[in-house]
């Protein structure tokens, strides 16, 4: 099994962190799926 690349999880939790002040924990809690969800909502808040 190849493991998620750990510098784009880093890319992800940092901008959930910033811009959400969810905690590291919470944030590590998240499906995959849905760390990628909430950094694509936000990208999509910052073209705005």
């Not at 969810?22 to 969800?37: G, T, V």
């Given at each position: 099994?190849?493991?998620?690349?750990?510098?784009?999880?880093?890319?992800?939790?940092?901008c959930?962190?910033f811009?959400?002040?969810?905690?590291?924990?919470?944030?590590?809690?998240?499906?995959h799926?849905?760390?990628?969800?909430?950094?694509?909502?936000?990208?999509?808040?910052?073209?705005?």
């Amino acid at each position: 099994m190849i493991g998620y690349p750990s510098d784009v999880l880093h890319e992800e939790v940092a901008c959930i962190a910033f811009h959400f002040h969810w905690s590291l924990e919470d944030i590590l809690n998240l499906e995959h799926s849905d760390r990628q969800r909430w950094v694509g909502e936000i990208g999509k808040m910052m073209q705005q």
